[in-house]
């Protein structure tokens, strides 16, 4: 969890257009036609490592999903095209356009391992390949981008394709008017856990031509915090969460499992992505709760572990839905003391902020 980093620019931007600023479509090989080879590949015999489980301050950034800029380099000429582009050869236009080279091109939160590590990333790959469409566009757009075939794929090989699906999910496109919305996300620098990167906002039309229609500095992180108003019990009674100051005082429990005031000593807000989904939390007494799946609860466990059934402060859950998170931002706060415990929503939670 971060501190409140404000998103005004420490350093030049690379593009900062008066003006639309548009780039040329690439061109595209049919499936089984070999491009570009990139050079940071695991090679089919390689053995790839599962990940490991990230903390609170982990910036989930995978590694170990290879490069895809170098092998999305324009052509000499390029040559303008009318042709209508599938929804993912635009999403690995944008990725050509704004990635990294020599690091993993885009940033976004690996469901394998945020917020809590579930199994090998071998595994998921292998159920994936299974129940995906061989004539997806998707599936058939990535095998023409690694220069693959659908015949005798090695599991090395499907575990690169199963990481290039991850990566492209990464960039969402909404249709508006004749074109898509787009957001991504790449590093720029770091400073301790923090890590610093660009958020672009543009759009990119059918054809690929690209937009940009914003660009700025943020964090990134992969959110484990509070949805925007939830009720943080204080001795002045309930405040929403993003109200909450240090200085002010909360209801906390001391080592006694008393419960007691206490000033907050530190509060933060984390940006999310457009794709971020929190779990609505139903307990069985008629309380509510909306948060992150990794967010931890007093018990040392995580929002997203919890199933209708299990005991939560005094209470079944009844329900624990993931649902689209429609804020910019989610909230959390530490309060002093030993245990950074506090009730969100009337429900005893942990502070991703120790």
């Not at 794929?153 to 909404?174: D, F, M, N």
């Given at each position: 969890m971060l501190p409140d980093i404000s998103p005004t620019s420490v350093w030049p931007l690379p593009t900062t257009p008066s003006s639309p600023v548009t780039t040329t479509p690439l061109i595209f090989a049919t499936p089984g036609t070999r491009i570009a080879q990139p050079t940071s590949r695991l090679t089919a015999n390689a053995t790839a490592q599962p990940p490991a489980r990230p903390t609170a301050d982990t910036v989930v950034n995978p590694s170990a999903i290879p490069s895809t800029k170098a092998s999305a380099v324009p052509p000499t000429a390029p040559a303008t095209s009318t042709a209508s582009l599938t929804q993912t050869q635009l999403r690995y236009l944008i990725i050509a356009r704004f990635g990294r080279v020599g690091a993993p091109p885009v940033f976004f939160c690996d469901s394998d391992i945020y917020p809590v590590a579930r199994g090998s990333e071998e595994a998921s790959a292998e159920k994936w390949?299974?129940?995906?469409?061989?004539?997806?566009?998707?599936?058939?757009?990535?095998?023409?981008?690694?220069?693959?075939?659908?015949?005798?794929?090695?599991?090395?090989?499907?575990?690169?394709?199963?990481?290039?699906?991850?990566?492209?999910?990464?960039?969402?496109?909404?249709?508006?008017?004749?074109?898509?919305?787009?957001?991504?996300?790449?590093?720029?620098?770091?400073?301790?856990?923090?890590?610093?990167?660009?958020?672009?906002?543009?759009?990119?039309?059918?054809?690929?031509?690209?937009?940009?229609?914003?660009?700025?500095?943020?964090?990134?992180?992969?959110?484990?915090?509070?949805?925007?108003?939830?009720?943080?019990?204080?001795?002045?009674?309930?405040?929403?969460?993003?109200?909450?100051?240090?200085?002010?005082?909360?209801?906390?429990?001391?080592?006694?499992?008393?419960?007691?005031?206490?000033?907050?000593?530190?509060?933060?807000?984390?940006?999310?992505?457009?794709?971020?989904?929190?779990?609505?939390?139903?307990?069985?007494?008629?309380?509510?709760?909306?948060?992150?799946?990794?967010?931890?609860?007093?018990?040392?466990?995580?929002?997203?572990?919890?199933?209708?059934?299990?005991?939560?402060?005094?209470?079944?859950?009844?329900?624990?839905?993931?649902?689209?998170?429609?804020?910019?931002?989610?909230?959390d706060l530490l309060p002093d003391g030993a245990t950074g415990f506090y009730w969100a929503n009337g429900v005893l939670v942990a502070s991703t902020l120790r």
């Open positions: 390949l299974a129940s995906v469409s061989k004539s997806a566009d998707e599936y058939n757009s990535i095998l023409a981008h690694l220069g693959l075939t659908n015949a005798s794929l090695t599991p090395a090989q499907g575990l690169l394709i199963y990481r290039e699906h991850k990566l492209l999910s990464a960039v969402t496109l909404t249709p508006a008017d004749n074109a898509y919305q787009f957001s991504v996300r790449v590093s720029q620098r770091g400073s301790g856990t923090v890590e610093i990167g660009q958020q672009t906002d543009g759009t990119i039309t059918p054809q690929g031509s690209i937009t940009i229609v914003k660009q700025r500095s943020v964090p990134l992180v992969c959110p484990l915090c509070l949805s925007l108003g939830t009720r943080i019990d204080t001795p002045d009674g309930p405040v929403s969460v993003q109200d909450i100051r240090v200085g002010m005082q909360v209801w906390t429990l001391n080592q006694r499992s008393e419960r007691i005031a206490a000033s907050v000593a530190q509060v933060a807000h984390t940006a999310v992505p457009a794709e971020h989904q929190i779990v609505h939390m139903r307990l069985s007494d008629g309380r509510e709760l909306r948060a992150s799946p990794g967010h931890p609860t007093a018990d040392g466990r995580v929002i997203g572990d919890l199933a209708p059934g299990d005991l939560l402060d005094g209470a079944r859950v009844t329900g624990a839905d993931r649902e689209p998170y429609p804020f910019s931002s989610t909230y």
